[in-house]
């Protein structure tokens, strides 16, 4: 399903893309914005997002948090998110961002704070509700992650990340079956990530599944040769192949 995103701001040169729904691999379009005058001498893009109530200097506090974020530096990026709230306390896509990097960093008192705020500000954000999610989830708190989710997925069901989620969710509750469905979704909707293939592995490990279970296996290391479970994957791989030759003597 195709769209065109445009948007128009003044001072701004117009940004258009096209987006995917079936393909793709992220909720958020990252809004890429170039000045019309000449104050951008660097010639870089800045990402952010537009709203004319918003004070220029909230905006560039999380304009400087995104470019940030971008490089992974969760814990440097907080303190421009506040200030760009404590500017505009109903700033929802600051509250959403910090509420991320809190999470990211592990501290969950504030991460729900502002996760909270952020859907306060819009009841209708599938990406709060996930965020939200994806926190109780941390946190253990499950049926409220699997709430948030379930409600989130309501406003946009076609998320893959969301519908892993809550796979991790009913897999955490040991409900295999449930859990069975939401990857089988996930992977549908995005099989170019590893993660989903490895929880995927050990569902089928769980019913004895070896085959499908090394093909899923193989399929991360496939897709993340060096990721945080490559080790994991390659012993499971190795004893599951040792499982496969002993069964057939």
Known sequence: MQYVVTVRADGYQQF????DLLTATTDYVNVFLIPTSSENDSGTHKAGYIDARIPAPARQAFEKAQSVLHEGNFERAI???EKAINIWPDFYEAQLSLGTAYMDVGNWEKAEHSLLKAFQLNSQSANALFALGELYLR???LDEAEKRLRNGLQLQNRSATAHFALARVYWEKNDIAATGRQLAISLQLDSNVADPHLLAGNVFLRVRNLE?????FQ?????APKGAHA???RNKI???KRR???SNK
């Not at 258009?16 to 987006?19: L, N």
């Not at 399929?219 to 897709?223: D, F, W």
Request: hydrophobic letters at 35%.
């Open 231 to 233: 080790d994991e994957a």
């Open 244 to 246: 496969l030759r002993n």
């Open 79 to 81: 303190p421009s998110l």
């Open 238 to 240: 190795e004893e599951i």
């Open 16 to 19: 258009q893309q096209s987006v």
């Open 212 to 216: 499908n279970a090394l093909g899923e």
């Open 219 to 223: 399929e991360y290391l496939r897709l």
């Open 139 to 141: 946190m253990h708190r």
